[in-house]
């Protein structure tokens, strides 16, 4: 019955979403740990909330022409998906990426519906991006592009509507160029993008917020296993935003962060990661990670960047892109010794991998889950943009924290509840999905 249910909405959703196939992996995990609620809750199936929720209330799709440096005129394709309303305004990153195309927005904007659920603010999902790679471009091209592209997305935001923020490919200097872009055009100086500069209405504490939220939320996974990261070897994919916050954290709580990597390849530093060169390379040259070894002798550097997983660690933190760890990784993980896996990324492990790691008794922090300090704390953004005040570094990564923490008692609570103990991803799902459930049922069908 249960499995018939998991069935029939995934037979719609391929039908009507051919070929995008992450959007598909994305629905099916979230149908099968919901099914339950479903079975037990009959007003969630008569109001057809996942039948509603797989299909997103608006999906904009534009063209983007902008001038290189040459002179040619490029052409790329824009995008935002607005999924649900049901808690708050749409809210969901945008992604700058050459692989990006209708199917990973929708996998995006379909996983932010229930992420930002529980991080218990008010907002809703939405996700959005380019397939343009702002790697190799310099600052003018990526200025044109920006202005082009708000050029269309301007007339679909707004600080009550729907606010972007970064996510692959975008961060500080994007967020700037597309909103000076959105004041021109409106006259308006107003709160529609997050991760925006500290002079301009910016958040202290959102660049380092999805790293940080993710080493909390490892955290409570680590006491539950009676330890914490003490001594502890770590090895995260990525050297990007996410990334780099997470190995900050990491270290400040005492771990040895042996290992970073890029789409190019990846370094081991057995002595630990010197992020100081890291933040040199990525923040300030935009140069790659194979850099590293030219200021420290003692790191290698390995060309692909899919084998990072076979250097033995503790804690595992994929902080790259989606399905980045498969099976096989997974079991040479888990061969290594590995005791904990936390997402910073979204989707970086494939469903088998999941199943291998849950099968082990690994710890398992689901990215929903456990990136969403990210998102959060840009609801903290708009909180303080509403008010017209900032906060101080200390309050807001206080508040990240409470957050991190509720993020983790809801998912177990849930889990629990529904007789999965111990099943953070079904926790998070479940959790995220009942409230969006009961808003939607409270508003009617609209
Ligand atoms: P950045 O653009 O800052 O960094 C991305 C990193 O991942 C880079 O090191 C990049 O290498 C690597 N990477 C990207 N695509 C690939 C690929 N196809 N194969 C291998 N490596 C790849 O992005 P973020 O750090 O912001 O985002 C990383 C992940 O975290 C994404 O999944 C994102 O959705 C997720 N996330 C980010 C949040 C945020 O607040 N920034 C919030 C929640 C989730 P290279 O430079 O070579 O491309």
């Excluded at 958040?203 to 940080?212: F, Q």
């Amino acid at each position: 019955m249960a499995t018939q249910f998991v069935e029939s909405i995934m037979e719609q959703v391929v039908a009507r979403n051919p070929v995008e196939k992450e959007f598909h992996q994305a629905v099916q995990e979230v149908a099968e740990s919901v099914q339950d609620v479903i079975d037990k809750n009959p007003q969630y199936a008569k109001a057809k909330i996942l039948e509603r929720l797989v299909e997103p209330e608006r999906q904009i799709m534009f063209r983007v022409p902008w001038v290189d440096d040459k002179g040619n005129v490029q052409v790329n394709r824009g995008f935002r998906v607005e999924f649900s309303s049901a808690i708050g305004p749409y809210k969901g990153g945008l992604r700058f990426h050459p692989s990006v195309y209708l199917g990973i927005i929708k996998f995006l904007g379909f996983e932010q519906i229930f992420k930002n659920a529980l991080t218990t603010t008010p907002i809703g999902g939405g996700k959005g991006g380019s397939d343009f790679d702002p790697k190799g471009k310099s600052d003018t091209e990526v200025m044109s592009f920006c202005q082009s592209f708000m050029s269309e997305l301007f007339r679909h935001i707004g600080p009550d509507t729907d606010v972007p923020a970064g996510d692959i490919g975008v961060g500080g200097r994007e967020i700037g160029f597309m909103f000076g872009q959105y004041k021109k055009l409106t006259n308006t100086f107003a709160g529609i993008l997050t991760g925006k500069g500290l002079d301009w209405g910016g958040s202290l504490v959102r660049t380092e917020a999805t790293g940080y939220g993710l080493v909390y939320f490892v955290t409570r996974m680590l006491q539950d296993l009676g330890t914490d990261w003490k001594g502890k070897t770590v090895v995260s994919s990525g050297s990007g935003n996410v990334a780099i916050y997470a190995t900050q954290k990491a270290q400040e709580l005492g771990a040895n962060v042996v290992a970073l990597s890029d789409s190019g390849g990846y370094i081991v530093d057995p002595d630990g990661i010197k992020l100081d060169t890291v933040k040199r390379i990525k923040e300030v040259e935009r140069g790659r990670i194979k850099e590293y070894v030219d200021a420290h002798p003692g790191a290698e550097y390995h060309e692909g960047c899919s084998d990072i997983w076979t250097v033995p660690c503790d804690i595992a933190l994929p902080n790259a892109t989606q399905n980045e760890i498969d099976k096989a990784s997974a079991e040479i993980l888990v061969k290594n010794g590995v005791k904990a896996v936390g997402e910073g990324a979204n989707m970086p492990s494939t469903p088998e991998a999941v199943e291998v790691f849950q099968g082990s008794g690994v710890s398992f922090g689901p990215a929903k889950a456990a990136n969403a300090g990210g998102v959060a704390t840009s609801a903290l953004e708009m909180c303080q943009n509403s008010m017209r005040l900032n906060w101080t570094f200390e309050e807001v990564d206080n508040r990240l924290k409470m957050i991190m923490d509720a993020i983790y008692d809801q998912s177990v609570a849930a889990a629990e509840a529904y007789g999965k103990k111990g099943n953070l991803v079904a926790g998070a799902n479940i959790a995220g999905f009942v409230k969006v459930a009961d808003s939607m049922i409270a508003q009617g069908v609209v």
